[in-house]
């Protein structure tokens, strides 16, 4: 018996504790925003929050998550407040086919918190998820729009 | 959870999930009705009390934007209530018991709206002629005294009002008139117009269902493993082996050539599968490698025999006596799709009906793939589509290999919901390649620089003989589709106006199974050509626009592309230091196209694309701003493809077996794509999500020579240690 805290929520799983807490989210706990793209934490589609920070769930071993505090792109929003990314990725149409902006918006979240007001040359650096679709033109859009939101809100 | 509904619902209007729960609602049988309940008026429109409108999209949704065009298009004619819209699927089930009411379900080829765009605009006249005349009735009014705008309809003389919900039950009981006007699209109000997407916020929540997201009440999880080698099949497996493993409920062999594991999850179904001992009987192609393609090949390029897909003039005796002559051979490789969403589908069998849900470019391919392989009849069919995770022509109708295997499982399982998921490594050794070409491209030129004679001789595989034999068959053995771009008429149609031409295709066709891949053979004959028409410009001493503008004197619109993006990225002009320019244009599905790029490039290998400008002539623009979004979206599935992509072959399987190895394009090598939109009308409608992905590679090529003096000819560019920075 492993216990997760996602999204504010304890869940006892019965599961090998090997099990990638990518597909423990998924088939176990139920929360299918989490996607599979690869499993060799190559393209990013399964990024979750641990402790605040972005993580490739399909490489975590369901083990070391316990006792964490998990996030999923489900838990993002405040009740029916969407997070700022998630709102300004509504402003801008962000998603194509949407299948890796889960994880793209996870991986946006978790860099803001570190860097509320990222340049050009951090989001380079950070946000290496895959898209097929070709969204990165819009994502860097909707990334510098959610940084000055963030900016307006504090000011 | 009732699982055979007829519809699935997508969009912001749906209800938790993302996935409506419908219920078979008690409505008598008079009038066909939405998932709500809410009759339809004619097949297109269905509109429930409280005014919300289903608009029917039976093309498939994988991020193009095409349900939200189509529906700009109905609701245009429809003058409804834009924010009360939301979209149904019919199923391809219902459509066959309707005489195929909603007409063709194939999205690929760029066509969810250049091919029906006429016919749904008519639905949605349709539909609005109905509910006025059902007011008009109801008011005991002539319908010509009744105006309709955002689903009110209002008789001005007597200043009465009504909405769309409350005359829809009368209206669905009227006529559908067959010959309605549509609107002159100069005076669209909502088509045309840069709205925004439909089906965005459950695709920022988490909500939105992928075929891969399905969960049902019994439902069991499939890991699937064919013979690595096409054409190879099982010749024996150890079940015993993993049968005891936890939550492993079966061990299925699946058709002649794969073995699958059926499992709780599927997490336990793939760890089972990884350690299922398998010996497969590899047949006849476990020797072929690229290297034995490439010879193929290669014979082709001085083959006698080889079909004609454009000619004028006689090219071969004018080459003969040209001033100078220009000739090159480049190559193009085999590609995989790699759509963010593995290869999935849930099925359900019983002898009485079999049931598939889940991702499909093509309803009614799939449709006819249940069919078939779980052998029983139309009525005992149906498919019932989710949201794809990208599609880019892997999802098309032929072959629906996972369809067919997911009934092929579930019929070893009757009654239990079976979800088959491949795993990426599946994904990539099982494709349906883009497909491998090679092309010696022979020029000459006369004594003041003209370009007299052009020879281009394909030599390589054709996607039709491998899906569409007929077409191949009708054709005396000719691919049409190998001349995208270059061909001697229609939409694909060859721009250049060359007095001596020959364009043919020896046809080599490989083990490996060929499929249409975003923009299909239109990658490689713009490489091909457009790369080629540079290294004639410079052997003829003229600049590589000059020398198209004089060939294109037949080709207004193909002009007109090549002009706009020249102007815009400053062509003539001097670049910024360090910063080279290149571009190419076709036409392709009825569109044309233009790009041009500027890139820098450093220790002679490491490129760097600032700017991307692309135009596009599609006639029409329904939607500008999700049209910005599929040219860039193109460019970076096209430059992925020219600067990681390519699938090798050794002892006849595909070698790259995830991303590690078949790299794509991340957000730090995105250029600025600048889109130019140039609709000018016409009677012919082209296509969006594909043109402008041929004219990257080889603007980028062309740039990539000026900036180094080096002509690369073959793709992918990290075979010559080119890198994308």
Not at chain 1, 74 to 95: I, M, Y
Not at chain 2, 164 to 178: D, F, I, S, T
Not at chain 2, 335 to 345: L, S, T, W
Not at chain 2, 646 to 662: L, M, R, W
Request: with cysteine; glycine share 10%.
């Amino acid at each position: 018996m492993i216990r997760l805290s996602i999204n504010g929520k304890t869940h006892n799983v019965e599961v090998d504790p090997n099990t990638p807490l990518l597909w423990v989210i998924r088939e176990q706990v139920g929360l299918t925003g989490t996607k599979y793209g690869c499993g060799i934490a190559q393209c990013g589609a399964c990024t979750v929050h641990i402790d605040g920070a972005a993580v490739r769930s399909c490489s975590f071993p369901v083990s070391a998550a316990a006792g964490k505090r998990i996030t999923t792109i489900e838990g993002l929003a405040q009740g029916k407040n969407l997070h700022k990314v998630q709102q300004a990725w509504l402003e801008h149409d962000v998603p194509q086919c949407g299948y890796c902006q889960s994880g793209m918006i996870m991986a946006v979240a978790a860099l803001l918190k570190e860097k509320p007001k990222p340049t050009d040359a951090d989001i380079d650096a950070a946000i290496t998820n895959i898209c097929r679709c070709g969204t990165f033109q819009q994502v860097r859009e909707a990334i510098h729009a959610a940084a000055n939101a963030n900016a307006n809100a504090k000011a | 959870m009732q699982m055979n509904r007829r519809t699935f619902i997508i969009g912001s209007a749906a209800v938790g999930g993302g996935l409506a729960l419908g219920l078979r609602l008690p409505f008598g049988p008079d009038v066909a009705r939405a998932q709500d309940g809410s009759p339809e008026v004619g097949v297109w429109v269905a509109i429930a009390p409280d005014d919300t409108v289903n608009i029917r999209v039976v093309r498939s949704e994988m991020g193009q934007g095409t349900i939200t065009g189509l529906a700009q298009l109905v609701a245009e004619e429809l003058e409804c209530d834009w924010s009360r819209v939301r979209i149904e699927y019919p199923t391809p089930g219902e459509s066959v018991k309707r005489k195929r009411a909603w007409g063709d379900f194939s999205t690929g080829g760029s066509r969810g709206i250049r091919e029906s765009h006429e016919y749904v605009r008519k639905g949605g006249a349709a539909a609005r002629v109905m509910l006025v005349q059902a007011a008009a009735n109801q008011w005991k009014v002539p319908a010509s005294e009744c105006t309709a705008a955002n689903s009110v309809i209002t008789h001005a003389p007597s200043k009465r009002r009504t909405t769309y919900g409350k005359v829809a039950e009368a209206a669905a009981r009227l006529p559908v008139p067959q010959d309605v006007a549509l609107k002159d699209p100069k005076t669209w109000k909502l088509a045309g117009k840069p709205i925004k997407r439909l089906d965005t916020r459950d695709k920022v929540n988490g909500r939105m269902v992928y075929g891969i997201d399905l969960n049902m009440p019994g439902m069991l999880n499939a890991a699937i493993k064919a013979c690595p080698v096409f054409g190879g099949t099982v010749k024996s497996y150890d079940a015993a082996q993993v049968s005891g493993m936890q939550g492993v409920r079966k061990v299925v062999q699946v058709g002649d050539d794969a073995v699958a594991v059926v499992a709780d999850t599927w997490w336990q179904a793939k760890s089972a599968l990884d350690k299922l001992p398998v010996v497969w009987d590899e047949g006849p192609n476990a020797k072929v490698s690229s290297a034995t393609i490439a010879e193929v090949l290669k014979a082709g390029l001085d083959a006698d025999q080889a079909f004609i897909g454009n000619q004028n003039g006689n090219a071969k005796e004018a080459l003969g006596g040209a001033a100078k002559k220009v000739e090159a051979v480049y190559a193009y490789p085999f590609q995989n799709h790699a759509c963010m969403e593995p290869m999935n589908i849930t099925a359900r069998y019983t002898p009485d009906k079999c049931e598939v849900w889940g991702p499909t470019q093509n309803g009614e391919g799939a449709f006819a793939a249940v069919l078939a392989a779980s052998g029983l009849p139309a009525e005992k069919v149906d498919v019932y589509k989710t949201m794809l995770g990208g599609g880019f022509g892997r999802r098309g109708a032929y072959p629906n290999d996972y369809v067919t295997q997911a009934v092929l499982i579930a019929k070893q399982m009757p009654g239990t919901p079976i979800k088959l998921l491949w795993s990426r490594e599946e994904d990539m050794l099982h494709g349906r390649y883009h497909p491998v070409m090679q092309c010696r491209l022979t020029g000459g030129l006369d004594a003041n620089g003209n370009l007299s004679a052009l020879h281009m001789r394909l030599s390589g595989q054709s996607i039709l003989a491998a899906v569409r034999p007929q077409v191949v068959q009708e054709q005396k053995g000719r691919d049409p589709l190998s001349f995208q771009g270059v061909f001697e008429s229609g939409e694909h149609a060859f721009t250049y106006d060359v007095p001596n031409l020959l364009i043919d295709h020896a046809m080599r066709n490989t083990h490996v199974p060929p499929g249409f891949w975003r923009g299909v053979n239109i990658n490689q004959n713009a490489v091909f050509m457009e790369c080629f028409m540079d290294e004639l410009a410079e052997a003829a001493g003229q600049d590589a626009l000059e020398f198209r503008r004089k060939l294109l004197g037949k080709s207004p619109r193909a002009l007109g592309v090549l002009n706009a993006v020249a102007e815009k990225i400053g062509w003539g002009k001097p670049a910024p230091k360090g910063v080279y320019r290149g571009l190419a244009h076709l036409k392709a599905f009825n569109s044309y196209v233009a790009g041009a790029a500027e890139i820098s490039v450093t220790d002679g290998n490491k490129v760097k694309i600032h700017r991307i400008v692309g135009a596009t002539d599609p006639g029409y623009a329904v939607n500008p701003a999700q049209i910005e979004r599929q040219v860039a979206g193109s460019f970076v599935y096209g430059l992925s493809a020219l600067f990681f992509q390519e699938c090798t072959v050794k002892d006849g399987h595909i070698e790259q077996t995830n991303f590690h190895e078949y790299n794509s394009m991340r957000i730090a090598q995105m250029p600025k794509v600048e889109t130019i939109l140039l609709p000018t009308g016409g009677t012919v409608w082209g296509g969006i999500g594909e043109p402008t992905i041929c004219v990257a590679a080889p603007a980028v090529l062309n740039a990539y020579y000026r900036a180094t003096g080096k002509r690369i000819r073959s793709v992918p560019l990290k075979n010559h240690g080119i890198e994308l920075v």
